[in-house]
Every structure is written in structure tokens, then in C-alpha cells.
């Protein structure tokens, strides 16, 4: 039996688990070589990128075959790392680490290959918009029109700036290159971190396979927007504080306190969320270091933490004074649907777009299993490792775990809020898992079962992980690339929504003020440069041109409006036609709704190509006409 | 001495080379390589400078990629705050900069303390056997490296081969005085206020561009007939290969006038696949004089309103050129007015007003042909 080994640390102040951790049984997977094991998850790239590929030749995700190869793939890539991971057979901390970044890279090429021409997530298209504006104007916080408070946040934009400047690759190359160094430094990181505070690589290993379950690990946080750049700060300077602390030599702790701050800068220019979530860090292990009497690490932390806060602090005041009305609407929706939730025992969050009942029956069992998993964790951080200021800090950090399913359930877009939380409460949750799961599959009455202990052991992580994806993004309606959807994300971004909005960029110019359906709005963000707006459903809810019409087209500036005969004839699997709209479409909208532009004297159709069109407000005089 | 400080030479010199590459327009493959180098080289220096030779390898490689991340960052802030603008010419130069002061300050840091023996660095002990990779692991490796590739070259291929539905832009769009044709692409945002971008509005413009873009995947072939008032202006036969742009200027306003083109894909001359219009409305004005011989001397004058709101007319009817009646009325969208007038070839002419504008006739009838 093998644990604990690999120890990255030198042993100071932070003390480690006071026994030996074991890992679960052998299997027939520990017998596989390393080096197999990463043939057979390049082999699952291929398989699902065949899946992908048979989506696009048909029907999309309403292929069966090309699903079944999709998720074929998926348990090629995992089920030999899983169970290599779980297995008790020796494995290095090279093995370990090699492990580990393979599944991180099979991921990340499984992303790539849903859309390998160009971006399609819609986040990327703000990012791609805010670096063109930055390399053309040669200004670091030029306004963002669909990311108003992204222009605040340079920090990917910077990168990857510099990237193309030096190599003169396309924006989506270079892209693709931050976005996946970024996110693979994140997890190499992150496992760092756990083995420098766990001392073991083994366990570490296994939270970082556990924190894979995490619903936007393998989406949102490896597309090329600011917090998957950030979160690689997050991680470094998780790594470095560590260090700073436990290092021998007064020197070392110095040169890993400055890498510290470095991180600590990088990340507050980077991305708001990330750089509180570190400063949140920061200063959780600074308590738990005092409440277990490790002085030194509490200072070190504590000064750390100060550092991070007064960052934040001057970067929102002086810089930044939006980010505090960016957050306000989803403060009070949160403390609205609490509210709710505590008075009528309802939240009165808006309903949203239902999974399949396999999707949800997957998610409860997860929900289940990781707070059984926390609670023996607790347990077990509790009874063992009470002195251990990681640990503990974790173990205080894993509450997060429960205001995030509060979350979840009781407030407007929980759903959403509570999938973007969880990259940083899994952090805490897949530690304190990890100790539950190694301490479990070590106790007596199990270790009697052997391999079926095993068994059971990697399904349930599998489990846990095919629920992170099923869960996450894309959502199962463009599971694979596929045909055109109306109005739904990547499933909108076709040719013609890129043609449509390069034509915009190219004959109207840029910042115009357009009203425009869900599915192009962020095509015309990126490559059109365009200001589209949101909550415009107002303009298409008519059959004709009123005069309530024209005021509202007045009051919000519409310089130009767009329609797309394809909102007629189908509803959008994301539930909205608009952006911003929040009532869910029961039915295909008026085509007279649409063609009603036609009928209005002085507004010019500029642009046909058959089923989008744009529409001239601006001649009319219902807006103010430009300079 | 040499070996321990070949990584700085190897370092500085691949960044200035970087940096040159940028400077001579080498071609792409190579100012890609070398600009890997240039982009990295600062972040690799400064891990040396900052912590030394006290990492593992995974480490060393971990916190040089990180700090090549954050080094720009950080160094873009500082030009911002120099206020330097940040061309690509201002990175290329940050990255050299950044390069040349971490060889310095690496060279410093070696000088000032003895080589560090790497076995004593935490996590280099030796833990039992060093493993080394059997040479059938490295083909393994190099394998699953191969299909990795391969299968995003698959999904471009495969991405690049999805049908879809094929389409043909057509767009008019005014061309004011001051704008040329729209040549460069420009994402600079104007300054000042965001929501009055620097577009001239169709009603100062005296020319528009009129476009076709061919998106079907194939070949085409199509009639392009530009209506003014209602009339035939003139007609363009395009044939465009897939991809392929025709366009040309047209004179152009939105307030005289109503235009409209009319696309058609051959050869299908009935109807137009997509249409575009200056944004006016149409108001038909005709005298039709009679042909039988109960009407004979007759004409009936009439006016259709397909504005899409409603509008306000005055009609006059001209006997030798001075005003014999005059008819004010309101008709909504759709609908229309007629009455029947004495007519003489020559002699009796309709002129058409839109209200309030009763300086200039919107449209003129004289029984020969329709206004």
C-alpha cells in the first residue's frame, strides 16, 4: 500500500495528516501503465471528436449514434485515469501529475474540437472583441459593449495581446492557447497546492480528480474568458502563500511572499470574482491557522490577505467603481430569494429550461454523495487533523458547499449562480472528499470487499464526474454541434450570424445601437463590434408599429433592428428569443411581429440575406440621428 | 560556469531573436516559434531571478509559464500608467525588455550565490529508484500525442465540411458625402459618449452601396433590377463565385424618392430572393384614361397609399398648366382614393403632395404612364 508519499513541502509549521493515509484497493486498472492509460484518452478525444463530427453531419444532438460515441469517449478518458487515481497501486507523483494533466488536456481538446474554426461560447466573443479593441487602439480599458465591466478587468486582453504580437497569430489561436495554458496551470496548481498542504500526492491526486466534477471546470473555466486566466493566479498563489509559509530558509519564504503578491496583482487586474474568492482564501486559512496555533502561517496569511484586500479595494475605487452596480442586481436577487424561501418556503425563482430526468436524477445522487462525503470529511478533519491549519481551513471553507445549494434552490438564476460558484467551493470539497473517500475505502468492514470495494469506489467518481458534464456546458440540447437553433448560444453561431455581423462591422461601422435576437447578439458583439441591446422584447411582441412601439425604440436609442424569419418557425431550446428576457417562450412569434418593419415610412431594410434582416431605425427620427 | 548559465544565454538570445523576427516580418511558421520563445523567455528568467534554483522541474516549468502570464499584466498596467501605447510594437518591446533586465537580474542572483546542489532541493530527494521511461512508453506517448492532434485536425476538417443552408447577402446601405467605400475595418471605439457612434445617418446621403454576396456554396447567377418610384431604374446581371462580392455606388436618398432592389437568383425571375429599400414609403398616383366609349374623354385618377402608416395627400389636377381642382384627403396604410376627371392628351396633368410638403410634388401623373 502506498500513500503519502511524494511530499513537495518541507516540513515546518504546517503539520500534516498524523497518520498514514491508505488508498483504495487495487484494480485491474492499476495495472495499466501510465503511458497506456494516456494512448486510451487520446483514443476517447477521438472517439467523442467522432461523435462531434457525426452531430454536425446530422442531426446534432438528436443523433443517438453520435451521443453514444460522445460519452463512449467520455469514459475512455476518465475510467482509466479514475481508477489508476483510485487504485492502491504505487503511483509517482510524476505519474500522478502525468495523470492528472491528461485528463486536464483531453478536456481541454474536447472543447477545442466543438468549434475548432472559430469562437462559438458566447463569453469568448466579449473577450475577442475587448483584445481587437486593444490591439487597434492601443488602450488598456477600451469600452467593452458586451462586457461593460470586462473593460475594467484587462488582464486576459493583456496576454493575449502580447501573444499576438510577438507571434502575429489570429486572435482565436492565440486565444486558445492563453485559455488552455491558463487552464491547465490552474489544476497543475491546484494539485500543487494539495500536495504542498496535504503532504500526499496520492490523496492530492484524488481531490484533484474529485474537483473534476466541478459543472464548469471543463467548460466555462477553460473558455477564453477572464476567470479561467485568473483562477491560474488563484492556484499560483495558493501554491506560493504555502510555500512562503512552510519554507526553512527565511529567504526562500521571502522569494515565494513576492511571487505571492505578484499573483496577488495579477489576478485583482484580472477578474473580480477570482481576486475576492483569493482574498476569501487568504484570509480563511489565516483563521484557521490561529485557531490551530501556527502562528507564523497565520501571519504570513494574514498579511497576505491584507494585501489582497487592499488591492481589491483600490483596483473597485479607483479603477473600477462599476464592479460594485455590475454585482448589486445579483446581490439583491440572492437576499430577495432567500427572503422568499424563509417567508413562503418558495423562492419564486423563475422556472428554467428542465434536464432530463436522467441529467437530474444524476445531479440529486451527486448532491447526495459529496454532502455524505463532507460530513465524513468534517468527520475525519475533525478528529485527525485538528491541528492541521489547512485542513481545517478547508473544512470551515466546505460550509460554502451549502450556501451553495441554497443558492441553487431559493434564488433567480441559482441555477446558473450556484455552476459558476462551485469552481471555487469545490476547491474545499473535493479536500475534504478525498480524506472521506481514502479513510472510507480503508476501513475494516470495507477493505473485506476487496475489489468490488474498488469498483464500486470509481463508479461512484465517474458518476461524479459524467454529472459535471452532463450538468455543465453545453447543456444536453447542443451536447454535440449540430444545426442551427434559434436563439441558443453556440447552436446559433453559424455562418451566416458571422457574415451578418462582419457585414455590420464592415458597411454600418462600429457601437451601433442594435436590437437583435439572442442568437447573433454576441456574434455581433465580437466580430460586428456592436453595441446590440438587451430587453428589447418589446420591439418584436407587435404586429404592427405602434406608437407605444415607436416610444420604446425612442427611449432606448434603436439604431437598427434585426430579424430573423427562423424566430417564427421554432422555439429556442434555451428558453428566450431575446437577450435579457427573462419570460420563457411558449410559442414561435408573429411573423407579422417581424415584417412590420417593412411597413414603416423611412425605415430603410439595408440588409437581406433571405432570412436575417436589418432594419434602419435611424432615418425615421425616432432616434437622435448621429453626428 | 558556461553549462549554469546556458539557460540565460539560450533565454536571452531566442527572445532577441523574437524580437528581430518581429522587426523583419519573417514569415509566420518562423516569427510563430520564435515568438513562443520571446512570449515565454521573461516569465522562465524571472522564475530564475525571483526563486532561484530551489524548484523541482515541474515547478520550475508551473511557475515559469504562470509568471509569463502575469508579466505582461502587469507590465501592461505599468505602460499605462507611462502612458505608452499598447501597439503590437509596445508589447514586442515589453517582452524584450522584460528579457533583458531578467538575464540581468539572473546573472546578479547566480553572482551573488554558490550553485545550488538540486538534490538538496525539497522534492528532489530521491525516492528509491529514479524511474525512466522505457523507450516502447516514449512511442506510446508519441502515439496518443499523434491522435490527440489528429483529432482536432479531424474536427477541423469535419467542422469545415458541415453543410449549411446556403444564403446571398444583398444590402443598401447610404455611403454619405464624407465616407468612402468602406475598405478598412475599424474597431476602434470613438470617443465620448457611446451611444452616438460616428455613423452619418441615411438622410445626409446623396450615395448608397449597393452589395451582393454570393454565400450559396456554389456558383450563381442573378438579376439584380434597382426600382425608383415603383419603375424599373435599371437591371444588373451578377454572376459570382461562392464567396464572391459584387458591388457598386448608387445615387442614393430617402426623401425625394422611393428605391428598391430586387434580387433574383436565376432562373427564377418571379421572385426575389431578398429585397432592400431607402426606407420611403410608396404612394401610387395614376390616371388611366378611359378606352371605351362610354368613358372616352374620362380619366380615372387615383392614389394607393402602401406607406405603412398613415398619410395626409393633396392632389391637384393641371389643365394647361394652371390648377382646374384640387382634392385634400387621409388615407390609411392600404387603402386608396379614385375619382374620375375630364381628360385631355397633353393637356391635363395630376400632381401629388404628401403633406405638409406642398412645395414639391411627390409624384406626377399625366395619363401617359403611372407616377
Same mark, same amino acid.
Given at each position: 500500500?502506498v500513500a503519502m508519499g511524494? =511530499?513537495?513541502? =518541507?516540513r515546518a509549521?504546517v ?10 484497493q487495487?484494480?485491474v486498472?492499476?495495472?495499466i501503465?501510465?503511458?497506456v492509460?494516456t494512448l486510451i484518452a487520446?483514443v476517447g ?8 463530427a457525426?452531430?454536425r453531419a446530422?442531426?446534432?444532438p438528436?443523433?443517438g449514434?453520435?451521443v453514444?460515441?460522445y460519452?463512449?469517449?467520455q469514459?475512455l478518458i476518465i475510467v ?5 487515481l483510485?487504485?492502491r497501486?504505487h ?7 502525468t495523470?492528472?494533466t491528461?485528463?486536464t ?8 474540437n466543438?468549434s ?5 461560447f458566447n ?7 475587448g ?5 487597434q487602439?492601443g488602450k488598456?480599458?477600451?469600452?467593452n459593449y458586451?462586457?461593460?465591466?470586462g473593460t ?10 502580447a501573444?499576438i504580437?510577438?507571434?502575429g ?14 487552464h491547465?496551470l490552474f489544476?497543475?496548481?491546484l494539485y500543487l497546492?494539495?500536495?504542498v498542504?496535504?503532504r500526499?500526492?496520492?490523496?492530492a491526486?484524488?481531490a484533484l480528480l474529485?474537483?473534476f ?5 471543463t467548460?466555462?473555466?477553460?473558455m477564453?474568458v477572464?476567470?479561467?486566466?485568473a ?7 495558493m501554491v506560493a502563500?504555502l510555500r ?12 515565494w511572499?513576492?511571487?505571492a503578491v505578484?499573483c ?6 484580472t477578474h473580480h470574482?477570482?481576486s475576492?474568492?483569493?482574498t476569501a ?8 491557522s ?5 502562528r ?7 498579511l497576505?490577505a491584507?494585501?489582497?484586500l487592499?488591492s481589491v479595494?483600490c ?8 464592479t460594485?452596480s455590475?454585482?448589486? *442586481?445579483t446581490?439583491?436577487g440572492i437576499?430577495?430569494g432567500?427572503?422568499?424561501?424563509q ?7 423563475p422556472?428554467?429550461a428542465?434536464s *432530463?430526468?436522467?441529467?437530474e436524477v444524476l445531479g440529486g445522487?451527486?448532491?447526495l454523495v459529496?454532502?455524505?462525503?463532507i460530513?465524513?470529511?468534517c468527520?475525519?478533519?475533525?478528529r485527525?487533523?485538528r491541528r492541521?491549519?489547512w485542513?481545517i481551513?478547508m473544512m470551515?471553507?466546505?460550509?460554502g458547499w451549502f450556501?451553495d ?5 431559493g434564488? *433567480?438564476d441559482?441555477?446558473e449562480l450556484?455552476?459558476?460558484a462551485a469552481?471555487?467551493v469545490?476547491?474545499?470539497?473535493c479536500v475534504l ?7 472510507l475505502?480503508n476501513?475494516?468492514?470495507?477493505r473485506r470487499?476487496?475489489a468490488?470495494v ?5 463508479a ?5 464526474l459524467i454529472?459535471?458534464l ?12 449540430? *444545426?442551427?437553433l434559434?436563439?441558443?448560444f453556440e447552436?446559433?453561431?453559424n455562418?451566416e450570424e458571422i457574415q451578418? =455581423?462582419n457585414w455590420t462591422?464592415k458597411?454600418?461601422g ?6 437583435a435576437?439572442?442568437?447573433i447578439?454576441?456574434v455581433l458583439i465580437?466580430?460586428?463590434g456592436?453595441?446590440p441591446?438587451?430587453?428589447i422584447?418589446?420591439?418584436y411582441?407587435?404586429p404592427?408599429?405602434t ?7 425612442t427611449?432606448?436609442?434603436v ?6 424569419t ?6 429556442p431550446?434555451?428558453g ?10 411558449t410559442e414561435?412569434?408573429d411573423?407579422a ?8 415610412t423611412?425605415v430603410a431594410r439595408v440588409f437581406?440575406d433571405g ?5 434602419n431605425?435611424?432615418?425615421?427620427g425616432y432616434v437622435?440621428?448621429?453626428p | 560556469m ?7 544565454f539560450?533565454?536571452g ?7 528581430a523576427?518581429y522587426?523583419?516580418h519573417?514569415?509566420?511558421p518562423?516569427?510563430?516559434?520564435l515568438g513562443i520563445a520571446l512570449f ?5 528568467l524571472?522564475s530564475?531571478a525571483?526563486?532561484?534554483?530551489r524548484?523541482?522541474g515541474?515547478?520550475?516549468v508551473?511557475t515559469?509559464?504562470?509568471?509569463? #502570464?502575469?508579466l ?5 498596467f505599468l505602460f499605462?500608467?507611462l502612458?505608452?501605447?499598447?501597439f ?5 518591446g ?5 528579457t533583458l533586465?531578467?538575464?540581468?537580474a539572473?546573472a546578479?542572483q547566480?553572482?551573488?550565490?554558490p ?8 522534492g528532489?530527494?530521491p ?7 522505457a523507450?516502447?512508453?516514449i512511442v506510446?506517448?508519441?502515439l496518443?500525442?499523434v491522435?490527440?492532434?489528429?483529432s482536432?485536425?479531424f474536427?477541423?476538417k469535419?467542422?469545415d465540411?458541415?453543410?449549411f443552408p446556403?444564403?446571398?447577402i444583398?444590402?443598401?446601405t447610404?455611403?454619405p458625402p464624407?465616407m468612402k ?6 474597431l476602434v ?6 451611444t452616438q457612434?460616428?455613423v452619418v445617418?441615411n438622410?445626409?446621403a446623396?450615395?448608397a452601396n ?5 454565400h ?7 438579376? #439584380?433590377?434597382l ?8 437591371t444588373?446581371s451578377i454572376?459570382?463565385a461562392?464567396g464572391q462580392t459584387?458591388?457598386t455606388v448608387?445615387t442614393y ?6 428605391l428598391q432592389a430586387?434580387?433574383?437568383l436565376?432562373?427564377n425571375?418571379i421572385?426575389?430572393?431578398?429585397y432592400?429599400?431607402n ?6 398616383l395614376?390616371?388611366?384614361p378611359g378606352k ?6 374620362t380619366?380615372?385618377l387615383g392614389?394607393?397609399n402602401?406607406e405603412g402608416?398613415t398619410k395626409q ?5 393641371l389643365?394647361?398648366?394652371?390648377v382646374a381642382k384640387?382634392w385634400?384627403?387621409?388615407?390609411k396604410?392600404?387603402?386608396?382614393w ?8 397633353n ?5 401629388l403632395?404628401?403633406l ?5 410634388p411627390y409624384?406626377t401623373?399625366?395619363?401617359v404612364?403611372?407616377g
Open positions: 500500500v511524494g =511530499s513537495l513541502g =518541507s509549521e503539520r500534516g495528516p498524523d497518520r498514514v493515509e491508505q488508498a483504495p487495487a484494480s486498472l492499476s495495472r501503465p501510465v503511458s492509460i487520446a478525444v477521438f472517439v467523442s471528436s467522432a461523435g462531434y457525426i452531430g446530422g442531426d446534432g438528436s443523433s449514434p453520435g453514444a460515441l460519452w463512449l469517449g469514459v482509466p485515469v479514475a481508477g489508476r483510485l487504485s497501486r503511483l509517482s507523483n510524476g505519474e500522478t501529475i495523470l492528472v491528461v485528463l488536456v483531453a478536456e481541454y481538446l474536447l472543447k477545442v466543438y475548432p474554426l472559430g469562437f462559438t463569453d469568448e466573443f466579449l473577450h475577442y472583441s483584445t481587437v479593441n486593444m490591439l487602439s488598456l480599458f477600451e469600452l458586451g462586457l461593460p465591466i475594467h478587468y484587462p488582464g486576459i486582453e493583456e496576454v493575449t495581446s501573444l504580437s510577438a507571434t497569430l489570429s486572435v482565436f489561436a492565440a486565444g486558445l492557447i492563453v485559455a488552455g495554458l491558463a491547465l489544476i497543475l496548481f497546492a494539495f500536495c498542504a496535504i500526499s500526492h496520492r490523496i491526486g484524488i474529485l474537483y466534477g466541478a459543472p464548469a471546470l467548460s466555462f473555466n477553460s477564453f477572464y476567470e479561467t486566466l483562477l491560474a493566479f488563484l492556484g499560483m498563489c502563500a512562503s509559509a512552510i519554507e526553512k530558509s527565511p529567504s526562500d519564504r521571502t522569494r511572499f513576492i511571487v505578484l496577488i496583482f495579477a489576478t485583482v487586474i470574482i477570482t475576492y474568492m483569493l482564501f487568504l484570509i480563511l486559512v489565516a483563521i484557521a490561529r485557531l490551530t496555533g501556527s507564523n502561517t497565520a501571519a504570513r496569511f494574514g497576505l491584507v494585501i489582497s487592499l479595494v483596483w473597485i475605487a479607483f479603477i473600477a467603481p462599476d460594485i455590475y454585482f448589486s *442586481p446581490v439583491t437576499v430577495d432567500i427572503k422568499a424561501l417567508e413562503s418556503g418558495s423562492s419564486d425563482a422556472a428554467t428542465s *432530463p430526468f436522467s441529467n445522487l451527486a448532491i459529496i454532502s455524505v462525503l460530513a465524513v470529511g468527520w475525519q478533519a475533525w485527525r487533523h492541521h491549519p485542513i481551513g470551515l471553507g466546505s460550509i450556501v445549494l441554497g443558492i441553487r434552490l434564488t *433567480p441559482g441555477q450556484a455552476g459558476r469552481t471555487f469545490y476547491i474545499p470539497v472528499a478525498a480524506l472521506a473517500l481514502t479513510r475505502v476501513s475494516k468492514p470495507v470487499w476487496g468490488a474498488t469498483a464500486v469506489i470509481v461512484s467518481v465517474v458518476s461524479l454529472d459535471g452532463a450538468n455543465g456546458w453545453p447543456p444536453f440540447w447542443e451536447r454535440l454541434p449540430g *444545426p442551427h434559434v436563439s441558443s447552436s446559433s453561431v455562418p451578418a =455581423s462591422l458597411y454600418l462600429p457601437g451601433n445601437r442594435i436590437a435576437d439572442a442568437g447578439y454576441p465580437g466580430y460586428g456592436q453595441n441591446l438587451q430587453v422584447t418589446e420591439l411582441s407587435t404592427s408599429w406608437p407605444a412601439v415607436a416610444a420604446f425604440a427611449g432606448q436609442n439604431e437598427y433592428v434585426e430579424t430573423d427562423r424566430l417564427t418557425k421554432s422555439l431550446p434555451a428566450n428569443y431575446f437577450p435579457g428576457d427573462e419570460t420563457f417562450a414561435t412569434i411573423p411581429a417581424l415584417t412590420k418593419y417593412n411597413d414603416i423611412g437581406d432570412t436575417i434582416v436589418f432594419y431605425l435611424m432615418a425615421q437622435p440621428q448621429k | 558556461y553549462r549554469r548559465n546556458l539557460d540565460i539560450v533565454a538570445g531566442l527572445a532577441l531573436l523574437g524580437g523576427a522587426e523583419a519573417v514569415p509566420g518562423v516569427q510563430v516559434v515565454f523567455a521573461p516569465g522562465y524571472w530564475e525571483i526563486l532561484s534554483q524548484l523541482t515541474v515547478e520550475r508551473l515559469s509559464a504562470g509568471l509569463s #502570464l502575469i505582461p499584466i502587469l507590465g501592461g499605462y500608467g502612458r505608452i501605447p499598447l503590437r510594437s509596445a508589447w514586442v515589453l517582452l524584450v525588455v522584460l533586465l531578467g538575464v540581468v539572473v546578479v547566480r553572482l551573488r550565490q550553485p545550488v546542489d538540486t538534490r538538496q532541493v525539497p528532489n530527494a525516492q528509491g529508484p529514479r524511474s525512466r521511461i523507450g516502447w512508453q506510446v506517448y508519441g496518443a500525442a491522435i490527440g492532434i489528429g482536432v485536425a474536427s477541423v469535419s467542422a465540411a458541415q453543410k446556403g444564403d446571398t444583398l444590402s443598401m447610404a455611403q464624407q467605400a468602406p475598405a478598412s475595418v475599424n471605439v470613438p470617443e465620448g459618449d457611446p457612434p460616428n445617418p438622410s445626409n446623396t450615395q449597393l452589395v451582393v454576396e454570393n450559396e456554396g456554389v456558383a450563381e447567377t442573378y438579376t #439584380l433590377n426600382m425608383k418610384n415603383g419603375k424599373l431604374e435599371k444588373w454572376a459570382l461562392n459584387w458591388q448608387i436618398t430617402t426623401t425625394s424618392y422611393t430586387n434580387l433574383y436565376l432562373p425571375l421572385k426575389p430572393i431578398d432592400v429599400t426606407g420611403e414609403g410608396n404612394t401610387q395614376y390616371m388611366t371605351n366609349k362610354y368613358d372616352r374623354g380619366a380615372y392614389v394607393a402602401e402608416v395627400y393633396r392632389v391637384e389636377l389643365k394647361n398648366g394652371k384640387t385634400n384627403f387621409t388615407l396604410q392600404g387603402q386608396s379614385q375619382s374620375t376627371v375630364a381628360y385631355t392628351k393637356e391635363t396633368v395630376a400632381d403632395y404628401l405638409p410638403n406642398v412645395s414639391q409624384a401623373a399625366n395619363g404612364k403611372a
